[in-house]
């Protein structure tokens, strides 16, 4: 513990799921933190959490597709950090799974706008603050896009444009002594875990939401597993990593 003694995080979609455990782990390794989700009741909780773990953490509720909304968040974090070191972009909206034909243009839309135009904005408002210091970006993508999981067009669709989006901005900043880098995650989160033990006990496999099975026969924890791979590339450890996407979901997909 202790490897981002001294940097500050912003993390979106922080209110819950994978976006509590990140910012309690990055506030464990000593990063201030502002903290950002839609949901201000769930942000409380996540607030509560890592106020445990550091001294300094800020929360503000905020639709990340409104630019100016991000502008002020941004400020807001330079007013109380003086800079930005490190940026986790998790937010986007998901729907229950759905056929193609199913999707109507608002669902596509919904995932456009919360995922990738909140991605998008957030990485321009923080560029000036990022480059001072060699700033870490994690994005998120999904197995839902890389593997085609049926029933999530929208979201695979935005989750794989991230990606692109990605891999062109670690290129033109990478002068700038910034990384870039994406994380698909496989985890079960205590979202997915209140819905399987809410379903009749032969409906609870994971596989039956989508969920392939593990290389190493179990499924990934969001603070032990995949957490750690956030605080890893937010750190200088990873300094000569960039433009890449990290699969850590357990050897659902292969890819050596």
């Known amino acids: ?144 896009g890389y593997d085609g999981l049926e029933g999530y067009a929208a979201y695979a669709a935005i989750k794989e444009g991230i990606r692109a989006l990605s891999r062109v901005v670690a290129r033109e900043w990478g002068k700038d002594n910034i990384n870039v880098n994406v994380i698909n995650p496989g985890a079960l989160t205590d979202g997915i875990h209140a819905h399987l033990d809410a379903l009749p006990e032969e409906q609870r496999d994971p596989q039956l939401l989508g969920f392939k099975p593990t290389a190493i026969g179990r499924y990934g924890d969001p603070y032990e597993d995949i957490a750690p791979v956030v605080a890893f590339l937010a750190s200088e450890d990873a300094r000569h990593i960039t433009g890449q996407t990290f699969f850590v979901d357990g050897g659902s997909i292969i890819n050596a």
């Open 1 to 144: 513990m202790g490897k981002l003694k001294g940097k500050v995080a912003i993390v979106t979609g922080a209110g819950g799921g994978l976006g509590s455990y990140i910012a309690l782990r990055l506030a464990e390794e000593g990063a201030s933190l502002m903290l950002t989700d839609i949901n201000g009741s769930s942000l409380e909780k996540t607030v509560t959490r890592c106020e445990r773990a550091t001294f300094s953490v800020l929360a503000k509720t905020a639709d990340l597709s409104e630019p100016e909304q991000v502008k002020l968040l941004i400020e807001d974090t330079i007013e109380k950090f003086d800079t930005i070191d490190i940026l986790v972009n998790l937010a986007i909206a998901i729907r229950t799974p759905h056929s193609f034909l199913e999707h109507e243009l608002d669902t596509l839309d919904e995932s456009y706008r919360t995922g990738l135009i909140s991605t998008w904005l957030m990485m321009k408002e923080s560029y000036p603050y990022l480059k001072q210091g060699g700033g870490k970006i994690i994005n998120f993508g999904s197995g839902a």
